[in-house]
T-cell receptor, first 110, second 114 residues
Framework: AQRVTQPEKLLSVFKGAPVELKCNYSYSGSPELFWYVQYSRQRLQLLLRHISRESIKGFTADLNKGETSFHLKKPFAQEEDSAMYYC????????????FGTGTRLKVLA | NAGVTQTPKFQVLKTGQSMTLQCAQD?????MSWYRQDPGMGLRLIHYSVGAGITDQGEVPNGYNVSRSTTEDFPLRLLSAAPSQTSVYFC????WGAGANVLTFGAGSRLTVL
């Protein structure tokens, strides 16, 4: 079955510390993977996607097909990074569906 | 350009009542979908549509109906509300095609069923 796993419900780090939000997936085909973010009192929005291979707000994520992972990383956390982060997989064969992980709340402490 | 508009923002229902959550988008997106967001459960897909006249079930479709008579609108109907349907509901849409599938979300509808 297709699944996205985010093992941490809550991740607290100090400002300036490195951040890694973990995401593992199970999918037999070639998925598209995304990170979506929900800041306080804002709508869910795309942070980045693996096919773009870009850095957004200092965040990067590399798709590792061998480890079936798509971890989100930032070398130096900022307080404004505090938010809820969702990893999502889009099935690209058969029935087109998004599958979201359970989310990780990131708190960046001053 | 309003994006994805959901109404109402808040609703309180009694068990057994029915209601419709409205979702409209003005971006000519083919794909539209409904999710519920519950603590510790993340976002779970209820129903989705890849075009007018085409709908399909997601992970948690029981107790919900949808229809897609136009490209713009994708209402979610609760047939007989139950306390287990207390949640925050999000509508999201996107273009559909290789490399084009970035979801645009609505602001959410908070539903409480007593």
């Amino acid at each position: 079955a297709q699944r996205v796993t985010q093992p941490e419900k809550l991740l607290s780090v100090f400002k300036g510390a490195p951040v890694e939000l973990k995401c593992n997936y199970s999918y037999s085909g070639s998925p598209e993977l995304f990170w979506y973010v929900q800041y306080s009192r804002q709508r869910l929005q795309l942070l980045l996607r693996h096919i773009s291979r870009e850095s957004i707000k200092g965040f990067t994520a590399d798709l590792n097909k061998g480890e079936t992972s798509f971890h989100l990383k930032k070398p130096f956390a900022q307080e404004e990074d505090s938010a809820m982060y969702y990893c999502a997989l889009l099935r690209t064969s058969g029935t087109y569906k998004y599958i979201f992980g359970t989310g990780t709340r990131l708190k960046v402490l001053a | 350009n309003a994006g994805v508009t959901q109404t109402p923002k808040f609703q309180v229902l009694k068990t057994g009542q029915s209601m419709t959550l409205q979702c409209a988008q003005d971006m000519n997106h083919e794909y539209m979908s409904w999710y519920r967001q519950d603590p510790g459960m993340g976002l779970r897909l209820i129903h989705y549509s890849v075009g007018a006249g085409i709908t399909d079930q997601g992970e948690v479709p029981n107790g919900y109906n949808v229809s897609r008579s136009t490209t713009e609108d994708f209402p979610l109907r609760l047939l007989s509300a139950a306390p287990s349907q207390t949640s925050v509901y999000f509508c999201a849409s996107s273009y559909w095609g290789a490399g084009a599938n970035v979801l645009t979300f609505g602001a959410g509808s908070r539903l409480t069923v007593l």
